[in-house]
């Protein structure tokens, strides 16, 4: 069974920072892209940002750029969100997912939908405080 597990999430402050981590079994995705999400109450799920498979190439939205770095390793199966700069508008569940695709890395633009991805986390809740 392949599972994405988030972790990482809870509490911050504005301003503050917190690292997400998504652990993956079940398959490796050392040859696939991965990207995060997130959603907030109320809201559709939004975009944060994906990484190739072989990490050459990431993209985020607009609304993380130069706060959120997205990273991975592919030896623990595991890609990451490092969050700076933390402000509340970002509180939401983030979600990891991953595209099933191997060693293709297309247009930015379709790796921010998330039609784009087929395997998905739970989820883990990121709070930020003003």
């Known amino acids: 069974q392949v599972q994405l597990i988030e972790s990482g999430g809870g509490l911050a402050q504005t301003g503050g920072s917190l690292r997400l981590s998504c652990a993956a079994s079940?398959?490796?995705?050392?040859?696939?892209?991965m990207g995060w999400f997130r959603q907030a109450p109320g809201k559709e799920r939004e975009y944060v940002a994906a990484?190739?498979?072989?990490?050459?190439?990431?993209y985020y939205s607009d609304s993380v750029k130069g706060r959120f770095t997205i990273s991975r390793d592919n030896a623990k199966n595991t890609v990451y969100l490092q969050m700076n700069s933390l402000k509340p508008e970002d509180t939401a569940v983030y979600y990891c997912?991953?595209?099933?695709?191997?060693?293709?890395?297309?247009?930015?633009?379709?790796?921010?939908?998330?039609?784009?991805?087929?395997?998905w986390g739970q989820g883990t809740q990121v709070t930020v405080s003003s």
């Open positions: 997912a991953a595209d099933s695709s191997d060693l293709i890395w297309r247009p930015s633009s379709y790796y921010s939908s998330h039609r784009s991805y087929d395997y």
């Open positions: 079940g398959r490796t995705f050392s040859r696939n892209a």
């Open positions: 990484i190739s498979w072989s990490s050459d190439r990431t």
